[in-house]
């Protein structure tokens, strides 16, 4: 449950980042902002680019002692040396993680916009639980995750939450308030002036 903190910037790594040229970008995102997470790993890229990024980002990373955490393969957590999970299918993967990894890993899970998903994933040992996408984007089903399911959250929840998925400036703003992570990923990476631009339009309303 959020307090009266402003929320932390949470970072998605881009898919297929380009190895020559991210970590430096990552680097400087890490040592200007005060970053909660790193998220690597998307569906579609092999073991072999998983482990390739992890071995790149991971040293970047914990050099700041900033986690670095894979998206759903949680039995990779371990041989990467990296600092946990994100599940993309809310509670179902959240007890065969937990079970799996050891006990001071992150286990995060990803609920759309669900309420009894992410209250599931929360019952059962997620760390946090994130909702989106906020604004049409390539996450997920074309389902929104509203404002007031935020708010609702926030006032009824103890388990931090995370929005993500097409956050806009404004919606950074407004979502300020309610959550304790707000996930960026595209909308620093795609941004014409580029990512440090990005970063500093945002970096009013975090942590």
């Given amino acids: 449950m959020t307090d009266a903190?402003?929320?932390r910037p949470?970072?998605?790594?881009?898919t297929h980042p380009r190895l020559a040229q991210f970590p430096d970008i990552l680097a400087r995102l890490l040592?200007?902002?005060?970053?909660?997470?790193v998220r690597m790993g998307h569906t579609g890229e092999t073991e072999d680019?998983?482990?390739r990024m992890a071995d790149t980002l991971r040293p970047i990373c914990?050099?700041?002692?900033?986690?670095?955490?894979?998206?759903g393969h949680f039995r990779m957590v371990t041989p990467l040396g990296l600092d946990g999970v994100h599940l993309p299918d809310g509670a179902k993967q959240v007890r065969a993680a937990r079970k799996a990894l050891p006990s001071d890993s992150i286990v995060g899970a990803y609920a759309q916009?669900?309420?009894?998903?992410?209250?599931?994933?929360g019952e059962i040992g997620a760390d946090y639980v994130s909702f989106g996408p906020v604004s049409p984007s390539s996450?997920?089903?074309?389902?929104?995750?509203?404002m007031d399911l935020f708010s609702w959250w926030s006032e009824m929840i103890e388990v931090p939450v995370v929005a993500e998925g097409g956050i806009?400036?404004?919606?950074?703003?407004?979502?300020?308030?309610?959550?304790?992570?707000?996930?960026?990923?595209?909308?620093?990476?795609?941004?014409?002036?580029?990512p440090d631009v990005a970063m500093t339009e945002y970096a009013p309303y975090l942590g």
Avoid: K
């Fill in 10 to 14: 949470y970072l998605i790594a881009p």
């Fill in 49 to 51: 680019e998983l482990s």
């Fill in 5 to 7: 903190a402003a929320p």
């Fill in 139 to 146: 996450l997920g089903d074309g389902t929104l995750a509203p």
């Fill in 62 to 71: 914990h050099e700041r002692d900033v986690p670095l955490v894979i998206t």
């Fill in 113 to 121: 916009a669900s309420r009894h998903d992410g209250m599931n994933a």
């Fill in 168 to 194: 806009s400036v404004q919606q950074a703003q407004d979502l300020a308030s309610i959550c304790d992570f707000i996930a960026l990923g595209e909308e620093l990476w795609s941004h014409p002036e580029g």
């Fill in 31 to 37: 040592d200007d902002h005060d970053i909660a997470c």
